[in-house]
């Protein structure tokens, strides 16, 4: 089954297999500098989140209560979407997966941070990994690279999503370094031009992925779907 995949801009993210929508850290237009996509207008069956940040969760419980969407993640931020009203949420923690209706998805380690927007503890942040359509998918959400991103790689990966942006998460040279742990067949890179601090040259990364790995680098404009 083909998988199709946008990236929405940041770290945003949305999954369509086989008319079900999975969205990644919903951050839409008038919170999202990067979105072109109001939150009124996105479809969700699934929501996974890797940590609490405003520029991942900020578009979270509006997207959930609307569609009553099932909130996947850590237990902190699972308890804190109930307190927001939204009672449809699933708790992972790191290392922990779980057969969804749409497939497998397992909560890897992120090594970064994950405050909730109220100053609430928001429990360790985290990423993603993917069993759906057929593909395996890897979500890093925001991270510093990490050797044992190798075990992850041992997965086969069909796609990994990265962030790139520098300053808060891994940069551009760690991003190609994360890659020889991943060894994905293709790569997505996020987090980056958003503002400022992160602004990147994407096609200059793309074309050193290309001289250096023997990974497909992925550059979509906003709201573009491909197909896995
Ligand atoms: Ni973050
Ligand atoms: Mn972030």
Same mark, same amino acid.
């Given at each position: 089954?083909?998988?199709?995949?946008?990236?929405?801009?940041?770290?945003?993210?949305?999954?369509?297999?086989?008319?079900?929508?999975?969205?990644?850290?919903?951050?839409?237009?008038?919170?999202?500098?990067?979105?072109k996509?109001?939150?009124?207008?996105?479809?969700?069956?699934?929501?996974?989140?890797?940590?609490?940040?405003?520029?991942?969760?900020?578009?979270?419980v509006?997207?959930?209560?609307?569609t009553?969407?099932?909130?996947? =993640?850590?237990?902190?931020?699972?308890?804190?979407?109930?307190?927001? @009203? +939204?009672? $449809? *949420?699933? !708790? /992972?923690?790191?290392?922990?997966?779980?057969?969804?209706?749409?497939?497998?998805?397992?909560?890897?380690?992120?090594?970064?941070?994950?405050?909730?927007?109220?100053?609430?503890?928001?429990?360790?942040?985290?990423?993603?990994?993917?069993?759906v359509?057929?593909?395996?998918?890897?979500?890093?959400?925001?991270?510093?690279?990490?050797?044992?991103?190798?075990?992850?790689?041992?997965?086969?990966?069909?796609?990994?999503?990265?962030?790139?942006?520098?300053?808060?998460?891994?940069?551009?040279?760690?991003?190609?370094? =994360?890659?020889?742990?991943?060894?994905?067949?293709?790569?997505l890179? @996020? +987090?980056? $031009? *958003?503002? !400022? /601090?992160?602004?990147?040259?994407?096609?200059?990364?793309?074309?050193?992925?290309?001289?250096?790995?023997?990974?497909?680098?992925?550059?979509?404009?906003?709201?573009?779907s491909?197909a896995?």
């Amino acid at each position: 089954m083909s998988v199709s995949v946008t990236w929405h801009g940041h770290g945003t993210y949305s999954l369509n297999v086989g008319g079900t929508n999975i969205v990644v850290d919903p951050f839409f237009a008038g919170n999202n500098p990067a979105a072109k996509t109001s939150v009124d207008d996105v479809a969700a069956d699934f929501i996974l989140q890797t940590h609490g940040h405003a520029d991942h969760i900020a578009d979270t419980v509006p997207l959930a209560k609307r569609t009553n969407a099932l909130v996947i =993640a850590n237990f902190e931020i699972h308890a804190w979407i109930n307190n927001q @009203g +939204h009672a $449809n *949420t699933h !708790p /992972l923690n790191t290392g922990g997966g779980y057969d969804f209706p749409f497939g497998r998805a397992k909560m890897t380690p992120a090594l970064h941070s994950s405050g909730l927007p109220d100053g609430a503890y928001g429990g360790d942040p985290g990423g993603f990994v993917v069993w759906v359509g057929g593909k395996t998918i890897y979500f890093a959400g925001d991270t510093a690279v990490f050797s044992d991103m190798a075990l992850i790689g041992d997965l086969g990966l069909d796609l990994a999503v990265l962030p790139i942006g520098d300053n808060f998460t891994m940069g551009p040279d760690d991003a190609l370094l =994360a890659l020889e742990f991943l060894k994905p067949k293709a790569v997505l890179p @996020g +987090h980056f $031009n *958003t503002w !400022p /601090l992160i602004a990147v040259d994407v096609n200059a990364w793309a074309e050193k992925v290309k001289a250096n790995t023997a990974v497909r680098p992925i550059v979509p404009a906003v709201d573009e779907s491909f197909a896995l």
